[in-house]
């Protein structure tokens, strides 16, 4: 699943860059493009929209979901089961996005609430300048899940956006037993 959500991912910064690319061409200057930003809140907008849509196609719930009104639901979207009777069963996935701030203490608070989550799988985003520092954070990530002592076993997507480069970097990796695998 960890492979997927990189694909969408991936999509989503490919289909907003195309955007910048096709705005700058009609402005007659395709060097524009690479100074146009993709704001904070169109990223959340894209990054949820595409994960409620691929979600429901799953049968899963999400939170926030723009088509039934539900704001967000303890993390910045989940997607969750329920039973037949429309009981929670639990969690499938938690992502927090921290994409205004470029304060490792502010992302820091965001990360380690999402390693909280009993979900199988988790997605952190990300945004910082260049390509350093967005491994350099990945790296600080890492080692704070190792340190986590975590009940359950998770995969873990990290997608770092690079102002600098105008890219997601992504990264996963495994936790369990409070181990990192």
Known sequence: MIDQFKEWMLD???IALDAKRD?????????LWKRQ???SPDKNSAIKARFRDEGEKLGYRSRPSYKTGAGEWLYDFVWRKFDDEGH???????MEIEMSDTKMSWIMKDFTKLLQSDAPYKIFIFQLKT????????????????????KLPAEVLLCGWSTS???FLLTDFKLGSGALT
């Open 12 to 14: 989503i910064q490919n």
């Open 23 to 31: 705005a700058a061409l009609a402005e007659g200057d395709e060097s």
């Open 37 to 39: 930003i993709w704001r």
């Open 88 to 94: 929670l069963q639990e969690v499938v996935l938690a």
């Open 131 to 150: 390509e350093t520092d967005v491994s350099e954070a990945m790296e600080h990530f890492k080692q704070t899940a190792h340190r986590y002592k975590s």
């Open 165 to 167: 480069l105008n890219r």
